[in-house]
């Protein structure tokens, strides 16, 4: 069955095409598998609650008529403001227009938030930007801004809040500069989320083409329950798709997790427990709460725009499982420095078991893709990151974490980093094992090498051991600490593009910016490696304990490095560049919404020629003893670059069969 909805009817109707719904939410509750939600143009201000589910042959779709036509917003427009001082407004808001969940008393805080400033949930909007939360009524009234903002034009748009507990309202102050927002529009956040189900597997379940923005979200921590504007809440099979989604005071799109009162934000509130040992007990307790993959994950996200959310654009804990995130432009996320903690990037899952994400484009981010804890079977593949990072020296906010374009932590493989480009300082962090670089072109330098893993408390090492799964399953095989290495590292280019700001800084710091793979000089061989297990010359189980928690080998093949970047001790294939001579330049340019490459390395590559990287060529990730290889298990043969083009015999190293001194389109503004 189709049902009809439009907010400019003249009244509620019955859904059908004559005599549509007003409101989307009203079509949720009636829609079963099968049918389609057909949504005309207008702004739907409600949370839609999705009460049935779909099947796989029938989901429930809901469709935006026209594409992005439909805006659905967690926002209310507010007019009325009273000038206060200079450019700041005041506007009183009667409390009961919030029901149960103010948004303005709600504050920003939870597991792994650092920041020591007070935020809350809602936000103010002036002609669809979000402004900046002041922590005083002077502050807002100076409008200057955050220094560490990474505009600064946009963080002088201030506003604050105060509560009037004698009249029961909540009292905002703005700070518009120039604008009049009676004349403007203005607008603030006063519903948590925007499409999400409210219990679990309402599974099955499409969007597509709405413009979803502008939610008080709260912040998600992976060990607790994590909402976004839009979400699946612990479902399986959603497809999110031809979206613009932006202005979540944190989480744009929640792929994780469920709710579990027994252990949400357990350390906030009983701080006993080491919130490392909380993270085991959430994965441990997923498996009672039905983390399998016949139940949860196998989502889509493509063709999305995702901007201007505080915390992540994407986010997830363990519900991301067996998904897809593909073609989406995802940017300015978590920039205002407004929110600090570790759960901060374009992309931030845990438990990225056989997730994979390609052909996105992700910049001005605090970080581009983070993966934490358990990407095995995880794959990063052909997608254009760059400018995630800091600029012109501006220094963290408090709180903050550190920039990369992609960061692997604390997991043990196999997870591929393939075909990407890679622009950012500092391209690639990895305290982790079992990590497959391959075919990348790569500015930045790696980071966490051999660090980032273990704390020494009480004057004692605690090892942060993690777990490694069943392979394409769920279920946890084991844990493990980290032992560094077991990392392959083929055909990728290296150059040393960006001045080294701190010269100070070593591979185990985060922020290395010294290209090339000489950090990978202290891990083993794989012959120095398996040489340590003659048992028929030491059969004695005790004596190889020094060998069972040492460092794993790794694998340096097909490089070209220049600009000074560093080579790896093993790189001595001769099947690898050097060229400390040529200026190398690698430049990224928008035209009207494209981004296009121009280098001139391919030129100094002569005839260097790598061969083909296959699933056998990279063997298995150490600890889980799982291929690098799809999430249905068949082998990769890694013959299409990052445009998809075929690789021929004549193999060049990075992430283009075919090198050009000409400009290449590497992003298409229709591929929105």
């Not at 759960?343 to 581009?368: F, P, Q, S």
């Not at 704390?455 to 051991?465: H, L």
């Not at 794989?526 to 190889?544: H, T, V």
Request: charged residues 25%.
């Amino acid at each position: 069955m189709v049902y009809y909805v439009d907010a400019n009817a003249f009244r509620d109707g019955d859904g059908s095409k004559e005599r549509p719904f007003k409101h989307i939410n009203d079509a949720a509750k009636v829609a079963i598998a099968g049918d389609e939600v057909i949504v005309k143009p207008g702004i739907y201000r409600e949370h839609v609650i999705p009460v049935n589910a779909g099947t796989k042959e029938s989901p429930i779709v809901y469709r935006s008529e026209e594409k992005l036509g439909a805006v659905i917003t967690g926002a209310e427009p507010v007019s009325d403001w009273k000038k206060v001082k200079g450019t700041t407004w005041m506007v009183r808001i009667k409390n009961s227009m919030f029901g149960d969940y103010n948004p303005y008393v709600e504050r920003v805080y939870g597991d792994w938030y650092f920041s020591p400033i007070i935020r809350h949930t809602g936000s103010v909007f002036v002609n669809d930007n979000m402004m900046y939360e002041a922590s005083s009524l002077d502050e807002c009234q100076k409008g200057k801004g955050d220094p560490l903002a990474w505009d600064q034009v946009a963080a002088q748009y201030l506003w604050y809040t105060e509560q009037d507990e004698t009249t029961d309202e909540t009292i905002l102050y703005a700070n518009f500069q120039d604008l009049d927002p009676n004349k403007e529009k203005v607008e603030i956040s006063v519903r948590r989320n925007v499409f999400m189900p409210t219990r679990n597997y309402v599974d099955y379940i499409t969007v597509s083409g709405f413009n979803i923005n502008k939610a008080a979200t709260t912040w998600a921590p992976p060990a607790a329950y994590q909402d976004g504007m839009i979400g699946p809440h612990w479902s399986k099979g959603w497809i999110i798709e031809d979206c613009e989604i932006y202005g979540s005071r944190c989480c744009g799109i929640s792929l994780g997790k469920y709710c579990d009162p027994e252990n949400d934000m357990y350390f906030s509130v009983k701080q006993v427990k080491s919130p490392t040992q909380m993270e085991r007990d959430a994965v441990c307790r997923g498996q009672y709460h039905g983390w399998l993959k016949e139940k949860v994950g196998h989502h889509i996200v493509r063709r999305c725009h995702i901007h201007h959310c505080e915390q992540t654009g994407i986010v997830g804990r363990m519900g991301a499982v067996f998904s897809t995130i593909e073609d989406c432009e995802i940017h300015d996320v978590c920039t205002s420095q407004q929110l600090g903690g570790a759960e901060t990037a374009g992309i931030k899952l845990h438990a990225a078991i056989d997730v994979t994400i390609r052909r996105n484009h992700i910049h001005h981010c605090i970080m581009g893709v983070w993966l934490d804890w358990e990407a095995q079977g995880a794959r990063v593949s052909q997608n254009l990151m760059h400018d995630n990072y800091r600029h012109n020296g501006l220094q963290a906010a408090q709180g903050a974490m550190f920039s990369t374009d992609v960061f692997i932590e604390v997991g043990h493989g196999p997870t591929l980093i393939d075909n990407n480009i890679l622009l950012s300082p500092t391209s690639i962090i990895i305290p982790s094992e079992g990590i497959a670089v391959i075919h990348n072109l790569v500015l930045g330098g790696f980071g966490l090498i051999n660090s980032g893993v273990d704390s020494i408390v009480n004057g004692q090492r605690e090892p942060r051991y993690t777990p490694y799964h069943i392979r394409h399953r769920t279920e946890v095989a084991g844990f493990m600490t980290i032992l560094h290495g077991d990392d392959r590292i083929y055909n990728n280019i290296f150059v040393q593009q960006h001045k080294v700001t701190d010269k100070k800084k070593t591979p185990a710091d985060a922020e290395y910016e010294v290209v090339g793979t000489k950090p990978f000089d202290i891990f083993p061989s794989y012959d120095e490696w398996i040489s340590q297990f003659d048992f028929s010359k030491n059969p004695d189980m005790g004596a190889l304990a020094e060998a069972h928690f040492g460092h794993l080998p790794v694998w340096v093949e097909g490089n070209a490095y220049f600009g000074g970047a560093t080579v790896c001790k093993h790189e001595k294939n001769k099947n690898h560049l050097e060229d400390k001579k040529t200026k190398v330049t690698v430049e990224i340019k928008e035209k009207n919404g494209d981004w296009y490459l121009k280098t001139n390395y391919g030129k100094a590559l002569s005839d260097l020629v790598d061969g083909i990287i296959t699933t056998d060529t990279l063997g298995k990730a150490f600890e889980p003893e799982q291929k690098f290889e799809n999430p249905d298990g068949t082998p990769i043969t890694f013959d299409r670059d990052y445009l998809g083009n075929h690789r021929n015999g004549q193999t060049i190293p990075g992430p283009l069969a075919v090198s050009s001194s000409k400009e290449v389109l590497v992003w298409n503004k229709l591929s929105l």
